[in-house]
């Protein structure tokens, strides 16, 4: 356990290093934590746009997955092969996407504890100084201001992601999730207003990744005056240049 908690530990301080260099060439915490989300955002941008390609990709095999299941439904066997067949054929699966996403989150993590670590008063060196209207980014946000963006993000994430045509299936998922971004955004009120604005502001450079990836998605159904339909077939032909990497590889 030592081996890990040192490596960890050598992770987190590397961050906290970037972060005190960003603060020293800007004198601005809020700029220096702005400037590391934007770097970090920039340097996992291929993995996080071909992570949701595959993700958006799987969302459109779902009306053959249907017609798979309706034709194959009292032979589970052929219905296996003939899915897994599917799968192949367009170089994806269920977890294909998801385990990439996934493997993010020891960044994520990690810098939260960075920017936590150094806006705390008991910090050697931290990150002092006001931004805006935070006096303190080692302080909860006192108006609220960063939770509430951080609702409309995570809002405009989750309809964005969905497809425009759903099914009864995807319809209960995205209801279900529904409570998500705002349970997140009342218990973001609690933490460090540093670690909010540092997720505020890679939630919107995930809104960026999300629209080159699939437009305004559903969004375009709730906010009328987007253009609905807006950059269809960019999926289509993202997870075919995907494909097509994937093939290349496997050639080579």
């Not at 915490?29 to 400037?35: D, K, P, R, V, Y």
């Not at 807006?230 to 590889?249: E, M």
Request: charged residues 15%.
């Amino acid at each position: 356990m030592s081996i890990v908690s040192n490596f960890w530990n050598d992770f987190v301080a590397l961050f906290e290093y970037l972060l005190l260099v960003l603060f020293d060439l800007t004198r601005s915490s809020g700029l220096a934590i702005i400037l590391l989300a934007a770097i970090v955002r920039l340097v996992t941008l291929p993995i996080t746009y071909r992570s949701m390609v595959k993700m958006r990709g799987m969302q459109e095999l779902q009306p053959k997955l249907k017609e798979l299941q309706r034709l194959h439904d009292l032979d589970r066997g052929t219905l296996r092969r003939e899915t897994l067949k599917l799968y192949r054929e367009h170089r994806t699966s269920p977890l294909s996407g998801c385990l990439t996403m996934l493997l993010q989150f020891p960044l994520i993590f990690a810098i939260y504890q960075a920017v936590t670590n150094l806006t705390l008063a008991s910090a050697t060196r931290r990150l002092s100084g006001s931004f805006l209207w935070l006096s303190d980014l080692g302080q909860p946000d006192p108006f609220w201001i960063l939770p509430i963006l951080l609702i409309i993000i995570q809002f405009a994430l989750q309809f964005m992601a969905q497809p425009l045509k759903q099914d009864s299936f995807q319809k209960m998922i995205a209801y279900l999730s529904l409570p998500v971004p705002l349970v997140f955004g009342i218990v973001s009120r609690f933490f460090p207003s540093g670690a909010v604005l540092y997720w505020a502001i890679d939630g919107l450079f995930f809104v960026l990744v999300q629209y080159l990836v699939s437009g305004w998605g559903a969004l375009s159904q709730y906010l009328r005056f987007l253009p609905l339909g807006h950059r269809q077939g960019s999926v289509s032909a993202a997870v075919t240049a995907v494909t097509s990497i994937n093939i290349t590889q496997d050639d080579g």
